[in-house]
């Protein structure tokens, strides 16, 4: 299975690295690492997350306060967003 992101998406994982390495380097690097181990997870088991609206799911990262919000179908893993989950809820449905 394979993974891709929405655009947005990206720029928001971006915008969380950015942040994360201003805070401190080397946590950027855990966020960075958590999160790509969240992806592999959704990759072997994409209906293991709860449905967070008709047609996406959403992973929860451990340590840190974000989201993956996904969609799927046959082989490839489509990264909605990459939410903060403090932030406005349904901010990301226009994307799908």
Not at 24 to 44: D, G, M, V
Request: charged content about 20%; aromatic content about 18%.
């Amino acid at each position: 299975m394979n993974f891709k992101f929405h655009p947005i998406a990206l720029t928001e994982l971006e915008d969380a690295i950015s942040y994360y390495n201003h805070l401190n380097p080397s946590l950027s690097l855990e966020f960075l690492e958590e999160f790509y181990s969240s992806i592999q997870r959704i990759l072997q088991f994409p209906y293991a997350w709860m449905k967070f609206s008709e047609s996406c799911r959403r992973c929860l990262l451990t340590r840190f306060p974000y989201g993956i919000i996904y969609q799927f179908s046959d082989d490839t893993i489509i990264i909605i967003a990459v939410m903060q989950v403090n932030r406005k809820p349904n901010y990301w449905e226009k994307r799908i």
